[in-house]
């Protein structure tokens, strides 16, 4: 079946724009993990969701970023007013009630 | 809070040799342990898992054994091979915080021929 899928893959912007990322998680998965990767190190959580509700952000850098998941499935990623630090992949994986969790391939994301 | 330390690398072996690479880890409460692996340019796959102490995961050829004494979950397989090439991740999640997995810093591991 359909695995995770993230979208764009690949996403440069000029410092100061808003960015989306998608992630379109494996059909009937309760929870979903969003995560940030800079280059040479280990993901590093951000926030996660049981259907729509969020059940943690404590891992949110700053208040530039925020999550959703209105219907319990589709998730976004926003980050406002981007700056270089925030260039890094962004992860994200869902599973089904703190079973394991299934990455999607990431999405690159690059300030200029 | 919880964290996982692995050893750094990058890591080079010959083929067929005997690869270990160390994880350990702490942690408050009863974590599960993982091994993910990511090939080239392909996004994290877990490799095995354990749940509990003494649970051995194992996938692939590879193992860990889950060692609450010396708090360790380290990686090893008997012979490696160049397909075996990849970055490998240590991780820990404890339920009582959703599941959220922290990870190591990664281990790139190249095998030759």
């Known amino acids: 079946g359909a695995g995770v899928s993230q979208s764009p893959r690949y996403k440069v912007t000029k410092r100061g724009q808003d960015v989306a990322l998608r992630c379109d998680p494996i059909s009937g998965h309760v929870s979903l993990y969003w995560y940030r990767q800079a280059l040479g190190q280990g993901p590093e959580f951000l926030t996660y969701?049981?259907?729509?509700?969020?059940?943690?952000k404590s891992g949110l850098p700053n208040d530039r970023f925020s999550a959703e998941r209105p219907e319990g499935s589709i998730s976004t990623l926003t980050i406002q007013r981007t700056e270089q630090r925030d260039s890094a992949m962004y992860r994200c994986?869902?599973?089904?009630?703190?079973?394991?969790?299934?990455f999607g391939p990431g999405t690159r994301l690059t300030v200029t | 809070g919880d964290s996982v330390t692995q050893m750094e690398g990058p890591v080079t072996l010959s083929e067929e040799a005997f690869l270990t690479i160390n994880c350990t880890y702490t942690a408050t409460g009863y974590p599960s342990l993982f091994w993910y692996v990511q090939y080239p340019g392909e996004g994290l796959q877990l490799l095995l898992k354990?749940?509990?102490?003494?649970d051995k995961g194992s996938n692939k050829g590879f193992e860990a054994t889950y060692r609450k004494e010396t708090t360790s979950f380290h990686l090893e397989k008997g012979s490696v091979q160049v397909s075996d090439s990849a970055v490998y991740f240590c991780?820990?999640?404890?339920?009582?915080?959703?599941?959220?997995?922290?990870f190591g810093q990664g281990t790139e591991l190249s095998v030759k021929p």
């Open positions: 969701f049981n259907y729509e509700a969020q059940q943690d």
């Open positions: 994986a869902s599973s089904l009630a703190y079973g394991e969790q299934y």
């Open positions: 991780a820990l999640s404890d339920d009582n915080q959703g599941g959220k997995l922290i």
């Open positions: 354990a749940t509990k102490a003494d």
